[in-house]
């Protein structure tokens, strides 16, 4: 269904507009970004979209709220839902909630950097108190009784005479069709029903129970299934295909060729899968050598031009006087996101419109990019979220909708999902970029870090569609579309810079970023973008810089660290962790690091404690303990979930993970020549301690644990062997040649 | 049957315990002292050692599944029941920390222990009295020097009469011939540096030599093909059924990534021995690989891959079974075993060349069907998920025909069924 | 035509019998539980119980399923019952996107079948191949040790009710 009503399509132009400004403060100039601060100053996502019932209606059927955000498995849904019903006075099972739909709900960009809670329950929390406000008043007038003197209770207002209504009865046609306010009667946090107590996931349990849940799963009447086969290697061209004996095959609808994009649709699932076979058998490509040399990979970051910003300079103190000064360089490979289920999509081409349901992590701007792909005004686009496997971040997800479309719009009315192959996934995601890192500090007599400075090299760390350049489907096109030249994500959030600043307080500090605009490997946002590896770096040479002071690294931390609430979790870890300068069985080190995400976020502080095999250089993992403060925290639960399996992610990362290349193809196409953590591996424990902070404001959790973990992990291997390893992943084999015989 | 064996133990008693009598029954022990300071060796010596102990795989035998390495307590299942390999640590009491350099080099040449008793053969030092003296210091100084793991070593699990040490006198007094390896001037130094490897250290022939009834190997068919732990040691001689002849480069590679195309993938006791030259001299593993070659290649040299003849004639069920087994492949193993246009995601070797199928015993095919196989260290895209769950032993056995008959020209196993119930039952991981 | 017996029910396929059992549960039977995560037998996404036996229906031909039962997470109970291993899911929140949480359930169902008494390095052990890149790990294993127990209750308690029946 394409059409929409009038109110919709309004709110959906005023949208797209904002679309326009999210996507170019995502990718372009400063300039933009400001665009993106003229309207009011309203809470959250207000700003882009101001009128209440953008977020919400009430009628005489019941009370729906939306959002822009997508359910990504963080658990969003959860927390937007306690908000709204904490704020409008019912239960969360009075609430029918719809998320990501560019027919339904407000436009909020992208669900990522782990803004929902600031942008999409920010704006939900104010939206539902002005709501809740108007309906006492209206009951207020109805009875000409003083709104004061009414108490609402499960969606029901009553009166001291006992007369009440319920929310549906109060409601007018287009009460909340008007502008949100700046200030709201927020409920006070010791009235809260909901907020800060955990609330069961709403998703889990027809996730446990086989019920649909994933876009996988949607099975729409008439629906047909297609596979995609890809050039062997990014430089590929496909030199010719014959396709005949394949169109023969039994249950084969249609092969569809544009250029160099080549797709099979099949009645049957299984039937696409061995046409795809057999089609990547009819089809030759040539290749040539279009990447770096993999040994050479990190001479090549720093070799590629690169633009430089000063994104710190800040001096106000002597330079280190009898002293020491220490450098390090570390270095990061291509990491990939690799979600359990690969990329998949549905759409529909009815009339002159398109429907596609997607788990990408932006309806709006993927709708603006389809749009310009398929040469449509994007208000014939629809495009929903349903959720998909796991998404730490830009991966195939769009590209599979793109995927979907084209197919879509060469089998008209019939609803058709793409399925990625394990292999297709591994090498055609964007990757979390190669990147590398140097610091140089410079300690006083008194152990005190007096000069701090910091490069950062590094590519990319968002290509997202802003338009349909940077679709790789497209690419393959006959008329293809070029991936537009990246730009830095602009400070304060950052992309490979992103937590390059220090939040210790340094006399003296100088950061500088190197943008390498030059992809020879697709690149974009992976969970943290450049925050892991820059905190990884930081708080590696804290370590060493502690070292040399001969000081405990978390006095050391301390010792440094002004802001309040980042001392409350590094003291907190520290205590839960029994932190101590105690030295352990040999073999077994102890590492501790802490970061506030992009400077902005949660603080996160994670404490490891782990065991090297000195004869094979392998690493057990013993326990974990994390301190968070998160701001007010909805549901406790949910951010201990997060938190937890960032820290066994970054895990994964630290100690394995790093994407195999040749000079022409990606190498690394499936779980074997990409292994990551399995549970013979794991800690014995992860304990996940938080600071709550009612009436503060959310802080985004979602990747707060990557960086510190993989520093803990670096500085515990450091503590156990007595060398440091600079170079991710920590494998054995670096271990061992650290280690010596 | 009972009686016989009686008999046969009683007759063996009497023999060996004869023999054993003018060989020398006792070994003088050797004075127990404290492991000496680590600073005491050169550490040029030690890293020699460590190179040593990986030729030599004393890992493998020596650390026991998710134990300490080199702290021992693997039973090594021989026909004669279970021996526990010993720690090799420096702890002194569970240990060898005691063993001055004399008593190892000793342990190592002649097969006594520090306190005099004989060593049971399962120890290789039928093969390791080739080691130059010179090596064996380097080993002690490598192994003298790592971290002491207090471990135990359970007592052997053996019957009498084989519980008896005794008996080892006369079992070496029959078979066990000491002396370090002699270089055949007429060879070149690869060659001879390989057979020094070969003969000695890495202890080739322990498993891929068959052994008589006392366990000692029959040097008359000197790598002709032996059994471990419930494998097949394929022939390494000219008796080798290789599909397609090995080249010394492709023994190299085999050996040192434990994978190579088109032969496939060391599995099973093969595995740790390739993860262990992995990490050794690229030189010696090429002297290695020369040196095999020299021998496997005239038996195979020439021999071409199978040509698939899939529905040949064969008696009785066997059509029926592998009508069954051509399902099996087509939905279980096709999707990685048959070239597809583009070799992306893990794959399998083509079966016409596998070394598996063509092997005169089932049991090593029926073992990577059951369990699959786990990449090698330095090929981790060489690994293939275990059936052993989906598969009934006889959906295995018709597979199995169904392989033997479409990719070998080798006629059909006997006993197939068996020989899968066989590998279930011995197989080590699920 | 063949006959395929999953959670107790007779179902006819068409089709090849070489066709791997995943597809002909998600596309013939309409069941969504089991899930395509690499179809190479790499990631466990996919697991299903054939005759009690934890196996990866990506790569089991539906040839092999013939006479034999197939359970799938399905045939553990649904929303309203869910069984005791996936009520452990629920009760320690167990997952993240859940996209793995299927595989892991069934594979945890096939442990406790065979043992309901298994240790923490028995139960990581027989999960481990099962990935997650969540990293919700520490909450399956939390939610396989909180089965158990109640499996274990559960037969105490049935006999008891024996022991009150004689
Ligand atoms: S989908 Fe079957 S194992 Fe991954
Ligand atoms: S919960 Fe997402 S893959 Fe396991």
Redesign the pocket.
Known sequence: MTAVNPTLSRRALLGSGAALVVSFSLLRSPVSTVLAQAPPRLPGSLRRSPKLDAWLRVDANGITVFTGKAEL?QGIKTALLQVAAEELGVEPSQIEFITADTAKTPNEGYTSGSQSMQDSATAIRHAAAQARELLIAAAAQRWGVPAEQLTVKAGTITAPDGRSASYGELASADMLNVEAQPQSKLTEPRAYRLIGKPLARVDIPAKVTGAPAYVQDLRPPGMVHARVVRPPSYAARLRSVDSSAVEAMPGVLKVVRDGQFLAVVADREYQAVQAMTALAKASVWDETKSLPDPAGIYDWVLKASAKEYVIHDARNGEAATGGRTLEAVYHRPYQLHGS?GPSCAVAQAEGDGLTVWTHGQGVYPLRAALAEMLHLSPDKVRCVHVEG??CYGHNGADDAAADAALIAMALPGRPVRVQWMRDQEHAWEPFGAAMVTRARASLDGSGTVTDWHYEVWSNAHSTRPGGAGNLMPAWHLATPFAQPAPEPIPQPTGGGDRNAIPLYQFANTRVVHRFIADMPLRVSALRGLGAYMNVFSLESFMDELARAAGADPVEFRLRHLKDERARAVVQLAAEKFGWSAGRLAKGRGRGFAFAKYKNLAAYTAVAAELEVEHETGKIRLLRFVAADDSGEIVNPDGVRNQIEGGIIQSASWTLREAVAFDETRITSRDWSTYPILRFAELPDHVDVHLIDRPGQPFLGTGESAQGPTAAAIGNAVADAVGARIRELPLTPRRVKAAIGI | MRLKRALLGLLVVVLLGAAAFFYLVRQPALPAGQPPPPASFDATLIARGAELAMLGNCNTCHTKDNGRVYAGGRPLMTPFGAIYATNITPDVDTGIGSWSEAAFVRAMSRGVRRDGQHLYPAFPYDHFTRVSTDDLRALYAFLITREPVQAQTPANALPFPWSWRALIAGWKALYFRPGEFKADPTLSAELNRGAYLVEGLAHCGACHTPRNRLGAQQNDRYLGGGEIDGWHAPALNSSSTAPVAWTREQLFTYLRQGYVAPHGVAAGPMQAVANNLSAVAEADVKAIAAYIAAIVGRGTAGQQPNAPTPGAPAPGDQDQKSAEGATIYAGACALCHEPTGQQFSARGIELTTSKLITMPDARNLAHVILEGIKPPLASPAALMPGFGDVLTDHQVAALMVYLRRSFSQQPAWPGLEDSVRQARHSATEP | MLTLNVNGQPHQVDGDEATPLLYVLRGDLGLNAAKFGCGLGQCGACTVLLDDKPVLSCLTPIAVAKQRQITTLEGLGGHDGPGPVQRAFIAEQA???????AGMIMRAEALLRRNSAPSEAEIRAHMTTNL???G?HMRILAAVRRAAQMVRSAATDAAHAQEARR
């Open positions: 498995g359990i496997s796991g | 997952a993240q996107c859940g996209f793995c949480i997650c890149r969540c919700t």
